[in-house]
């Protein structure tokens, strides 16, 4: 375990931010790493518990109390060995994961959890820095070739998972870059793009073929899959939830996704004729998730002149809900760094108008406040409150609202089954054609990164067992560790 009784000598440390009007006069990553040896003590407050429930609440089954009693030791190259045994890409999940393992970390009954998400960044990023993490490309190859349709983390942990077994993997991408989500979903401040350029140049030194601009369906004919053994879809969850709202067609009503897509675009050189941008706009965002946030942030840096954020449900409580107890992840507010950059957010209101000009460009927001009423046994009603209309002025509002599952151009064209919520439906991720697989967004719906990771490496276990009839790709949460 990390240090006997190292949870009661140290406290909780995590990594500081730069400041505001620094952080907020570009598009990069701002935090401050902590010195190692306080991430040694990080590692040190493990418990070593019993019953290490950190690694039951993560999705791929990371084996937590293994690599923080490494980190005690300082044994860092071990620390990495047994990380990279259940996680492809920890330098991914290390930024950006919402770390369901500290909400259920024991310690976090009594004192603040163990700081399970820096650790890992800490030990991924000492990984590179050190020369560790070199490219491994099978002994050994099957012959047996696989199609990967879709590059964001589900896919690239498919395609690893299948090219470690000997498998002939290409990957292919219908924007122009390799990255999926992690490339235009998820704003440069929070994942510098180089962090994922890094790792893709290890998957392509591993065997791994890359295909970008091909979107499968439109301009790669379906009928060109027939010459892989076995298909995966790893597409995601794209097709964008709207209002139904009146003046919803208003220009400056925009999906949250386009914005940070054409930022990321932007950022990187491309040229974005019309790029919709916040500059000296008051701009709403009408969702509070993660994806609100990453627009609030967006909005701030292109230098908006006010930024809003509106949520229909009440107000989380600032502390863990009893509704929600230990071990389950929590009720609670969150407040990104993002709402720190300046955000005026409001609960329990609800969109009524779109308000625009004679060109038909956006102006305001028409909207009441509302409560929601619940009856034992009913579904929530949500009951609007008389005389509570009010107009915000706005000029560009962004609709962070989330997916309703994925887009049908290949389950239409495949003739895969789809579910109840409209995604590919799958047993053990096989679909109702024999060699063609998903995993990810496309089968579980909108979820997170972790999650897709722990997908694609379940789907490659499927696929493998496939086309050989067995398979020696690890499980989860069983990463055929080295001996230590």
């Avoid at 902590?34 to 089954?61: N, T, Y």
């Avoid at 990967?148 to 942990?157: R, T, Y």
């Avoid at 509106?310 to 071990?327: G, Q």
Wanted: with cysteine; charged share 25%; proline share 6%.
């Amino acid at each position: 375990m990390g240090k006997l009784g190292g949870f009661k000598e140290y406290d909780r440390a995590d990594e500081s931010n730069l400041v505001v009007q620094e952080r907020v006069s570009n598009y990069n990553e701002f935090t401050i790493p902590l010195p190692k040896q306080k991430i040694k003590e990080q590692g040190s407050r493990c418990m070593d518990c019993g019953i290490p429930f950190c690694h039951s609440a993560c999705p791929l089954g990371n084996l937590i109390p293994d690599f923080n009693d490494m980190v005690h030791q300082e044994e860092w190259q071990s620390a990495l060995e047994i990380l990279q045994s259940t996680n492809n890409f920890p330098e991914f999940t290390g930024r950006l994961c919402p770390a369901p393992c500290e909400k259920s970390c024991v310690l976090g009954i009594i004192s603040e959890p163990v700081a399970i998400e820096n650790i890992e960044k800490n030990i991924v990023e000492r990984g590179f820095a050190e020369g560790w993490i070199k490219p491994q490309p099978p002994q050994i190859r099957t012959g047996k070739t696989v199609a990967v349709i879709g590059s964001g983390p589900a896919g690239l942990a498919a395609a690893q998972q299948l090219n470690r077994a000997g498998h002939l993997v290409t990957v292919f991408e219908r924007d122009n870059a390799i990255g999926g989500l992690l490339r235009y979903g998820i704003p440069n401040f929070k994942l510098e793009k180089a962090i994922i350029d890094r790792r893709i140049a290890i998957l392509e030194a591993e065997g791994i073929v890359f295909k970008t601009n091909v979107n499968v369906g439109v301009n790669y004919s379906i009928k060109q899959l027939n010459s892989f053994d076995a298909v995966v879809l790893c597409g995601g969850a794209t097709d964008k939830r709207s209002l139904p709202t009146r003046g919803i067609e208003s220009k400056g009503v925009v999906q949250a996704m386009t914005f940070l897509t054409q930022q990321t675009k932007a950022l990187y050189g491309e040229t974005i004729p019309n790029q919709i941008t916040a500059k000296g706009k008051n701009v709403i965002v009408i969702g509070g998730g993660d994806t609100g946030s990453d627009c609030v942030g967006t909005s701030n840096r292109q230098g908006a002149k006010s930024v809003t954020n509106f949520e229909i449900l009440p107000k989380p409580p600032e502390y863990r809900s009893e509704t929600t107890p230990w071990p389950f992840w929590p009720l609670q507010l969150k407040t990104s760094s993002s709402h720190e950059e300046g955000c005026d957010r409001n609960w329990l209101i609800n969109t009524k108008e779109f308000i625009s000009n004679d060109k038909g460009e956006l102006t305001g927001l028409k909207t009441v406040e509302v409560a929601w009423k619940m009856t034992p046994g009913q579904r929530p009603e949500l009951i609007e409150k008389e005389g509570s209309e009010k107009i915000w002025p706005c000029e560009l509002a962004l609709l962070a609202l989330g997916f309703t599952g994925p887009e049908k151009t290949l389950s239409d064209q495949l003739g895969i089954e789809i579910d109840a919520r409209n995604n590919y439906k799958a047993k053990n991720y096989q679909t109702n054609i024999q060699n063609i697989f998903t995993a990810g967004d496309m089968r579980r719906g909108q979820s997170l990164i972790v999650w897709a990771i722990s997908e694609g490496r379940e789907a490659a276990r499927e696929v493998d067992n496939y086309l050989m009839g067995y398979t020696n790709l690890p499980t989860k949460g069983n990463g055929d560790l080295p001996n230590l």
